[in-house]
């Protein structure tokens, strides 16, 4: 069921059993796995269902620290979220990145990467990729003429990805939406404030608004707020009527830790003969099934001391038409979806680059190094409110001498690698020769549009904004959804283990809050 907010009456009064804020990838999971149920589903989207310039300016904001991407094409704000310019890579997390590891400040999940299991099949489900087997061994049975590198497999092993076609959730589940009778999705419902009883102890409405100048008021007994990283953080930031710093912080973490994957050219790879790589050749638009990143093993990342990474291998001639990502991401989100649109249409009938061979000698080291979780990287409200009256966010993205060093390691270790084996050099790139130098990026430096932390998860509310359920510590019946509640960032992309999180949670709230719905409703009146 749809009903646009700019056509109620005004102080409309909406009322559910659990209200999501958000139709993105994290919503839009969420809401579909509810469907069917005995609850009333209220799906609160700020856009509505087409990207649209007016609706990205809620989400200017500046940027104050490292160079990064502009924040109101960053992401989407129309249902289906940042889907609608997705690539689709997709690969989960490893172990390791859920584990404390002593030589990285503030690591370690509440939960481990086997709570986490099970939900990765739906997520993968969600994203309609082949499979939930990411082994290269799985996949080299399936296509005999993906040969590995010669590489020593206690050092480098092949970090396997798969693509997504990649699916736009907006069109993939707007039927599916629309046609539940449990889900009532409302569009241009921009969340401008969270209302909690006097003891801060429930929230017990949100304020919405528009640009039709509407205001309407949603109340229910659960909140679930997936509106991505940075903007979870700037409305618990805003949400400060009764709690004067905000919303579950009292401890002055929310919005801090925010991360992103550092995404830069790090070295060359010279190889006297040319080799067949299609294990790890670029990904070519919409007809790269699976491929592979060379990854170091948790050994070797204990025994260095250095954070999570992979590099891909990018042949020279392809590199060399390349722009780093940070010149040339575009300002307008409007133009970038259109762009993705046309290339679905092309699909089939374009070649979007596949090589005439997989044989190559000569390439770049494209490396996707996870950053190290610093509680000085963070969201903070700016004193320019947008036009529905919120203050805009301030990003301050900071990186640390850690995230320098691992990229650094990394390319000295894959040539360690292919010296020994024989098949070739590295070289790095000038602005990593310099061993004492970890403080200077090169201004090729860009993250992945993967926007993590800001309501990180720890198993203390003195360490972090949400608990192992997702629940933010102070308040009984609100939760965030997606990579804000990520306490570190992992190697890969964030996608496919934010979809597993979501559903891990939607799971906790059906078996235990749903049943308490009674009870709270009560308790709350």
């Not at 924040?71 to 609608?84: A, I, K, P, V």
């Not at 929230?203 to 949603?218: D, M, T, Y």
């Not at 491929?291 to 992979?310: F, M, V």
């Not at 999180?501 to 078996?511: A, P, R």
């Amino acid at each position: 069921m749809h009903r646009d907010a700019t056509k109620l009456e005004n102080h409309s009064i909406i009322e559910g059993d659990i209200c999501i804020v958000g139709a993105g990838m994290a919503g839009i999971a969420m809401a579909l796995d509810w469907i069917n149920t005995p609850y009333k589903v209220i799906l609160l989207e700020g856009g509505g269902f087409n990207v649209e310039t007016r609706m990205q300016d809620l989400y200017q904001g500046k940027n104050t620290g490292q160079r990064y991407y502009p924040l109101q094409s960053l992401r989407l704000h129309y249902f289906g979220g940042t889907s609608g310019h997705w690539a689709g890579f997709c690969s989960p997390y490893d172990p390791i990145d859920f584990k404390k590891r002593d030589w990285i400040e503030h690591s370690g999940w509440p939960i481990q990467f086997n709570d986490l299991l099970p939900y990765y099949e739906q997520a993968r489900e969600i994203v309609e990729i082949e499979s939930s087997n990411f082994d290269f061994d799985y996949w080299k049975k399936k296509d005999p003429e993906l040969e590995s590198l010669p590489l020593d497999k206690k050092v480098l092993w092949n970090k396997m990805w798969q693509f997504s076609p990649p699916t736009r959730f907006g069109s993939r589940y707007k039927e599916e939406i629309l046609k539940a009778s449990n889900v009532h999705l409302y569009t241009y419902a921009n969340v401008v404030n969270l209302e909690t009883d006097d003891l801060v102890s429930n929230v017990k409405q949100v304020l919405i608004r528009n640009h039709a100048g509407k205001e309407h008021v949603v109340k229910a007994k659960c909140f679930i707020m997936a509106c991505c990283a940075i903007q979870n953080a700037r409305m618990l930031l805003a949400s400060n009527q009764q709690a004067p710093n905000g919303l579950g912080n009292d401890h002055g973490l929310v919005g801090r830790f925010f991360m992103d994957h550092l995404e830069v050219m790090t070295s060359d790879l010279f190889m006297p003969f040319a080799k067949q790589i299609k294990l790890y050749y670029p990904w070519v638009y919409s007809e790269t099934k699976v491929r592979a990143e060379l990854a170091l093993t948790d050994q070797k990342q204990s025994q260095l001391k250095i954070l999570n990474g992979t590099a891909s291998l990018m042949p020279k001639e392809i590199a060399a038409n390349k722009s780093p990502n940070i010149d040339t991401f575009p300002e307008d989100a409007v133009a970038t979806v259109e762009m993705w649109e046309e290339m679905n249409k092309l699909r089939g009938h374009e070649n979007f680059g596949s090589p005439e061979t997989y044989n190559c000698k000569e390439f770049e080291l494209f490396t996707r190094m996870e950053q190290a979780p610093n509680p000085n990287s963070r969201i903070r409200l700016d004193s320019e409110r947008d036009e529905l009256g919120v203050l805009r966010a301030n990003l301050d993205w900071r990186l640390t001498s850690i995230d320098k060093r691992s990229i650094r390691k990394l390319q000295e270790v894959i040539g360690e690698e292919v010296g020994r084996a024989e098949i070739g050099r590295i070289r790095l790139k000038e602005w990593l020769r310099d061993e004492e130098n970890n403080s200077d990026w090169t201004s090729e430096l860009g993250g992945g549009w993967h926007n993590m932390g800001t309501t990180r998860m720890a198993d203390s509310p003195k360490k972090g904004v949400v608990d192992a359920n997702c629940k933010v510590y102070g308040l009984s019946n609100l939760y965030m959804a997606g990579s804000s509640c990520f306490p570190t960032s992992g190697a890969a992309n964030p996608t496919l283990t934010l979809l597993a999180l979501t559903f891990k949670l939607s799971k906790h709230l059906k078996e235990n809050v749903a049943k308490n719905f009674k009870s709270l409703q009560k308790a709350m009146a």
